[in-house]
């Protein structure tokens, strides 16, 4: 202790303390002045001095004199370690490592001399993992850090880091996110991973294509493959559609590798509906990575419009009734004939003056008849039109999807041998022998109990009225003037009868293949349309009649009784996907109060956890999963009258992830490049020492608080007291 | 279940539920004037029906008035006069409104051809008010009534007032077609099977010409706008330039 280290905090304000002194110093006097007769002048002085001793030390307590020691403290600098742990890391090396992440943990924590340790000796480590986030690690957690996820965001971490560390180490492959913009003021030093010049792997790198599609209109796909180390390799570009080849076309990589090209896969959808296709490259010797040469994509095949032929045996009620419906509904596009006249008809006039055009029954029934979805024939008696070929042309018209709906009338009388004929296979009736059109008898209709809940005969409330059922809603229908005799085929369902007597099916469907079909044993259904006016009804009904059987026999989406949504974008595998479920109107009343099931199985066909809760809108859900890996996920929604299934593509990262060494990026983030582990250690060793801080402590130790102080005053105080009763003062 | 000519005179008595044919004529009567002036014009055009066309037509004319029930379910809606009718009730023009803008069809002559006058003046007070808004207009030459079956020159008729058809369409539906030249005149027959009138001035030519014409309107109210369909046009032009 030297003088130069006591310091003087006064308690009191330093003119009180010498106020107080001076007053001790008086009293001191004082007391000389008193005792000095009794004792005499040397012991009277004696006596005061210690009462001085004694007063000075306590006035003395009152400038709080303290010790102050200084200690110089040195910080170790603080070292981030960065494990960059996105997909690509997870790549096995050529030199037998392992993969690049494991080559990163022997690295750091393994061997004789680990790095790990070796930094723990000098410096302060914080281990992060730099995944979609950054995430600080422990020593624990390094032996099962896993390589998954996308690619880190390398800036994002560095601005974090800095200010908290002194240096960065980057333990990456390149594959990081990184966009040439100046890096936060810390030195980031790196140490590559992987072999770029090694590397080999051909992968798809983009994929542009439409999420929607329209029937029969081409559909174009780019794709844009990237080689490493295949060079001028000749390789084809596959598009399937489930394990179905689509289409293909050979691609050659660039010279020299690496190097990308893009080529244009194209096909026509035929069928509407969703399409779960996928682009596939075949696996080369020697690549690094196979997954990345596949990649699903979802297309959902949509009609511009429904494309439907009507061919009428006569000019009639029914046919302009069933027009005017068809052709309100701009979705539609109808192209009618109607025979206007019969071989057996007269036509006495030239040419000129007839407005008759062939009937171009080659052309529609044997050329063009896929370019429709809907083939109406109204009591047409087809037998002289069309030849047998275009007959077997309507059945598989029917069976490869089309759809056909038989209206009838008096002209299918001579139809009888209809039953033999290839039109008589897809119907989903039956011509009996005996007779078979009834007219002059008015029959009302009734409703079928398939017909209750049938989209074409339950109409939704808007149209049949608040609170009318289908069976109040048909029976009130005009009686019909003239009915078909059919019979229906056990395969077919009756959704209308007629009420009186026997019962007769008026309307009947079915499947055939994988089309409908459909037949309407009256030519008096426009009665519907005037009926219904005729009571100040309006025409809705009818109108929305004729548009739900159209869609029906289309399996127009419209009209499923579950509506399933997906999001614009498909998910992507560890990610929750939303599914909106609606209820079509008359589903929804079906299936009041009882309970709607959604159950999800992976692409191994397994089930999967999922969710569905109701949404705040009558007859919707809301449903969600969590797919975890890759695939075509299937959907099942059950309600109280069936289930409903679709599917949905789930994309993962691994499907276009470029797993090659990336060493130029790493080259624009580093501040330097580092591999060899002396090298590793000097490089950090030099940028840490840049950042390395020191700082001092102070300590303050009040003099008066120690028990020397107290002594020293205590013994001025019993001397003089001792002396005083010698001397006989006291 | 058909009709005699004879039973025309007398108005049918049918039972409910009444059955009605694809085809057949109902023709509206009404109070005043004369709603009847050629009341043997079903049989020849019928007959013409069937022998030149493919529809089934049935040899009967039913006698409706708007009130009728039945008259949403009459096809062809036929109404003819020859002078000044009282005016229809405030319901009988609502019920033919709701009849026309809703697919039902009228054809209306003026079986004397008299402009502005008589039968000419009441039918186009009434249709201003049961259609208000919608003008009678000339219809023009390439209407598809000229081309629903025939290619159509000449109009025809008992006689030649007029060298057109007039009619009142509505979007693209003429639901009112209306004739000067009494096309049903030229198609009567008395009951000896002769034609009851004479064809002035152009003899058989010009009833030949009704007949026509008859017939295309009829597949008009059957059809409709038929042959605006694209795939009739280049048929249509190319036998026109012939």
Not at chain 1, 527 to 556: E, I, Q
Request: charged share 20%; with cysteine.
């Amino acid at each position: 202790m030297n003088l130069n280290q006591v310091t003087v905090v006064p308690v009191f304000p330093l003119w009180l303390i010498l106020v107080l002194f001076a007053l001790g110093l008086g009293a001191t006097f004082v007391q000389y002045r008193l005792i000095r007769a009794k004792l005499g002048s040397s012991r009277a002085l004696g006596l005061s001095l210690l009462r001085l001793g004694a007063i000075t030390f306590l006035v003395a307590f009152a400038l709080n004199p303290s010790l102050l020691t200084t200690k110089e403290h040195k910080v170790s600098p603080v070292v981030g370690l960065l494990i960059d742990t996105s997909e690509s890391m997870a790549q096995p090396e050529a030199n037998g490592k392992g993969s690049r992440l494991d080559e990163t943990k022997a690295l750091l924590a393994k061997g004789p001399n680990p790095l790990l340790t070796s930094l723990r000796e000098k410096f302060d480590i914080k281990l992060y993992g730099l995944g979609e986030s950054l995430k600080i690690l422990s020593t624990d957690e390094l032996s099962g850090l896993k390589a998954e996820g996308a690619k880190g965001d390398i800036k994002g971490a560095l601005r974090e880091l800095s200010g908290k560390t002194s240096v960065a180490i980057l333990f990456s492959d390149g594959n990081v996110k990184w966009d040439d913009t100046p890096t936060p003021g810390l030195p980031v030093l790196v140490v590559p991973l992987g072999n770029p010049t090694e590397y080999k792997d051909i992968l798809i790198k983009a994929v542009r294509a439409p999420s929607l599609g329209f029937r029969g209109r081409e559909v174009v796909i780019d794709v844009t493959v990237r080689g490493y180390g295949t060079s001028g390799l000749m390789l084809p570009v596959l598009l399937k559609d489930g394990t179905k080849l689509v289409t293909a076309k050979n691609i050659r990589l660039p010279i020299p590798s690496p190097g990308e090209t893009t080529v244009s896969l194209s096909f026509t959808p035929e069928e509407i509906g969703q399409k779960n296709l996928s682009i596939s490259i075949p696996e080369q010797f020697g690549e690094s990575l196979a997954s990345n040469n596949h990649v699903n994509l979802s297309l959902k095949v949509v009609r511009d419009k429904i494309r439907i032929l009507m061919v009428s045996g006569t000019p009639s009620m029914n046919y302009r009734f069933m027009r005017t419906a068809l052709k309100n509904d701009p979705s539609v596009d109808l192209l009618s004939f109607v025979i206007l006249r019969t071989p057996t008809d007269i036509l006495n006039v030239p040419t000129q003056e007839q407005s008759l055009i062939p009937f171009p029954v080659e052309t529609l029934f044997a050329k063009e008849i896929r370019n429709f979805d809907l083939l109406i024939f109204d009591n047409f008696n087809y037998s002289l039109y069309l030849s047998p070929h275009h007959l077997e042309s309507i059945r598989e018209f029917v069976r490869g999807g089309g759809s056909f709906a038989m209206i009838g009338g008096p002209e299918l009388v001579n139809e009888g041998r209809v039953g033999f004929t290839p039109i008589g296979e897809i119907l989903p009736v039956r011509f009996p022998d005996r007779e078979k059109y009834r007219r002059g008898s008015p029959s009302a209709v009734r409703v079928s109990r398939s017909g209750n809940t049938h989209p074409i005969t339950r109409l939704t409330a808007e149209t049949m009225g608040e609170g009318i059922t289908p069976t109040s809603f048909w029976r009130e229908m005009p009686s019909l003037d003239g009915v078909n005799l059919f019979e229906p085929k056990s395969s077919a369902t009756v959704l209308l009868e007629s009420a009186d007597g026997s019962a007769w099916p008026i309307l009947i469907v079915s499947p055939f293949g994988k089309g409908r079909v459909l037949a309407l044993g009256t030519d008096y259904s426009w009665k519907w349309y005037t009926g219904r006016v005729a009571k100040g009804r309006g025409n809705l009904a009818y109108l929305r009649w004729v548009d739900r059987m159209v869609r029906w026999l289309t399996k127009d989406p419209s009209l499923d009784p579950v509506q399933v949504t997906f999001p614009e974008n498909s998910g992507f595998a560890g990610q929750e996907i939303e599914v909106r479920v609606q209820l079509q109107e008359e589903e929804s009343s079906l299936n009041l109060g009882a309970p709607i099931t959604f159950s999800v199985f992976n692409p191994d066909g397994l089930k999967i956890d999922s969710k569905i809760r109701p949404s705040v809108l009558p007859g919707e859900y809301l449903a969600s999963f969590a797919p975890q890996k890759t695939g075509i996920y299937k959907i099942r929604i059950e309600t109280s009258s069936g289930q409903f299934e679709e599917s949905i593509v789930v994309a993962g990262v691994l499907d276009t992830l470029d797993a090659a060494p990336d060493h130029e990026s790493l080259k624009a983030i580093a501040t330097k490049v580092v591999s060899t582990h002396e090298g590793l250690l000097n490089e950090i060793e030099a940028y840490a020492r840049k950042g390395e801080t020191r700082f001092s402590e102070e300590k303050r130790s009040p003099l008066w608080a120690t028990p020397y102080a107290m002594v020293a005053v205590l013994g001025f105080l019993v001397t003089e007291w001792y002396y005083r009763r010698r001397w006989g003062l006291i | 279940m058909s009709f005699t000519a004879g039973a025309l005179f007398s108005r049918p008595t049918i039972s409910l539920p009444a059955s009605f044919p694809q085809f057949f004529f109902a023709q509206l009567k009404y109070s005043g004037g004369d709603w009847d002036p050629n009341p043997q014009f079903v049989e020849a055009i019928t007959e013409e029906l069937e022998l030149r066309t493919s529809i089934d037509g049935m040899q009967e004319r039913r006698v409706i008035t708007p009130t009728d029930g039945d008259l949403f379910f009459c096809p062809f809606l036929f109404m003819a006069g020859k002078y000044e009718f009282d005016p229809w009730t405030p319901q009988e023009r609502e019920i033919l409104r709701r009849f026309l803008t809703h697919g039902g069809f009228l054809f209306a002559e003026d079986t004397v051809g008299a402009k502005g006058y008589g039968f000419d003046l009441a039918f186009r007070r009434e249709m201003k008010q049961v259609l208000p808004g919608h003008d009678m207009k000339k219809l023009p030459t390439d209407h598809s009534v000229y081309q629903s079956f025939y290619l159509i020159g000449s109009i025809g008729g008992r006689q030649r007032v007029n060298p057109y058809l007039e009619g009142i369409t509505v979007d693209e539906w003429t639901p009112v077609i209306y004739s000067q030249n009494d096309l049903t005149g030229a198609w009567s027959k008395d009951k000896s099977g002769k034609w009851a009138h004479e064809c002035t001035p152009g003899g058989e030519l010009q009833r030949s010409a009704a007949f026509k014409m008859g017939l295309n309107i009829i597949v008009y109210s059957l059809t409709s706008d038929y042959k605006k369909d694209v795939i009739h046009h280049p048929f249509i032009k190319r036998r026109q330039s012939l």
